[in-house]
């Protein structure tokens, strides 16, 4: 199992940096291309590890399924990442809250502290699920292309 892993290492880091210079160059030709590219080839990590294919294949698949569907992958992405990205900003308003309620000389190594576990605690709880979430919608996305949920409906 850990042998499988390791012959991934390589590709998925090809596949990163492919990944991160395709952005780049769409940002710096304009700011959509680069938002349009960062959403449609997100998937390529995931269809490198589940799929078993080169990384130009997991590339072009990411892209192929995103395409027609952009909208769609980019509204529902949005949902958990505005979720995460809410929880880290209250917990960030609750230390600076808990901080004017501290003496200096205590606040700034309590506060770290506290700031650092609750950082770790909740990453180690939403990112498996915002990881699962992007897998179910890589598969939704997979179904959708082959037609398979439009042949389920009809048998209904």
């Known amino acids: 199992m850990f ?3 390791l012959k991934k290492i390589v590709p998925l880091f090809i596949g990163s940096i492919l ?3 395709a952005i780049m160059i769409g940002t710096i030709l304009l700011v959509v291309p680069g938002i349009y590219l960062m959403l449609a080839l997100m998937f390529y990590a995931q269809i490198i590890l589940l799929d078993k294919v ?5 590339l072009k698949r990411s892209y192929r399924l995103v395409a027609g ?3 769609r992958t980019a509204t529902v992405t ?3 990442s505005f979720i995460f990205i809410s929880v880290f900003m209250l917990v960030g308003f609750f230390a600076g809250f808990a901080e004017g309620f501290i ?3 205590e606040s700034s190594d ?3 502290y506290v700031m650092t576990a609750v950082t ?11 990881y699962g979430f992007f897998l179910i919608l890589l598969n939704d996305l997979k179904l959708r292309k082959q037609g398979d949920d439009l042949e389920a409906r009809l048998e209904q």
């Open 3 to 5: 042998g499988r892993s």
């Open 19 to 21: 990944y991160s210079f």
């Open 54 to 58: 080169s990384v130009f294949t997991a």
């Open 69 to 71: 569907n952009w909208w």
């Open 78 to 80: 949005m949902v958990p």
């Open 103 to 105: 003496s200096p000389d």
């Open 110 to 112: 309590l506060i770290d």
């Open 120 to 130: 770790v605690l909740i990453t180690t709880i939403i990112s498996p699920l915002m």
